[in-house]
């Protein structure tokens, strides 16, 4: 099955540090992923959809500028974190899919900002 | 109304018996519905995905779609203590891979 793959799992940082998430997509291409945010016994709640070779496409309420995806190539795209405060603290998930499957998750990355 | 709305539990089974979820939406334009289980501190797992009208059984689960109704349910049969999880019904428009809206999730717990 397809397999996305998260990196780190685990970041604990300093407040106003920058923290890089990966996201790659192992067994196939992805010209688009999408990144989540999830607060303790929360829903997941879509942040961005990231575009391969395009601006990323952002939910209402989510600050660009403070959370830049890239997404260079069909199997990786990036989110980091700019500037991390505490109350950006939370599990971020990335998903991807084959052409016209359903979408797969990473394991996540759980960030604590000190 | 939230787009996508799921009882959020917790629902308690006792182990061997049938475990019940449903999920209502609200965009008629909805194509694909999804099943997913995330344990505590995991992240989602695709158990069941769903495109037309009526059952669909995989194993120990059986996703039903009524369109016309706007509802989507999971059964699990033989429900397990590994089966306690939250369970996220997520839709969306058109192919399989677009984003998905995800309700708040059921959280199981079976007993055993």
């Known amino acids: 099955g397809a397999v996305v793959s998260q990196h780190p799992s685990w970041v604990i940082c300093k407040s106003g540090t920058s923290v890089k998430i990966e996201c790659r997509s192992l067994d196939f291409q992805a010209t688009t992923m999408f990144w989540y945010r999830q607060f303790p016994k929360q829903s997941l709640m879509l942040m961005a959809t990231?575009?391969?070779?395009?601006?990323?496409?952002?939910e209402q309420g989510v600050e660009k500028d403070k959370f830049l995806i890239n997404h260079a190539s069909l199997t990786l795209s990036t989110l980091t974190v700019t500037s991390a405060h505490p109350e950006d603290s939370s599990f971020y998930i990335c998903?991807?899919?084959?052409?016209?499957?359903?979408?797969?998750f990473g394991d996540g990355t759980r960030l604590s900002i000190l | 109304q939230k787009e996508v709305e799921q009882n959020s539990g917790p629902l308690s089974v006792p182990e061997g018996a049938i475990a019940s979820l449903n999920c209502t939406y609200s965009?008629?334009?909805?194509?694909?519905f999804f099943w997913y289980r995330q344990y505590s501190g995991k992240s989602p797992e695709l158990i069941m995905s769903?495109?037309?009208?009526g059952d669909k059984e995989d194993g120990r689960f059986t996703a039903q779609l009524n369109k016309a109704s706007q509802y989507v349910s999971l059964l699990i049969r033989d429900s397990q203590p590994s089966d306690s999880a939250t369970y996220l019904c997520?839709?969306?428009?058109?192919?399989?891979?677009?984003?998905?809206?995800f309700g708040g999730g059921t959280r199981v717990l079976v007993k055993p």
């Open positions: 998903s991807a899919s084959p052409r016209n499957q359903p979408q797969h």
């Open positions: 997520a839709v969306n428009r058109g192919a399989a891979g677009n984003k998905l809206t």
């Open positions: 965009d008629r334009g909805s194509q694909s």
């Open positions: 769903i495109y037309s009208n």
């Open positions: 990231s575009n391969e070779g395009s601006k990323a496409t952002y």
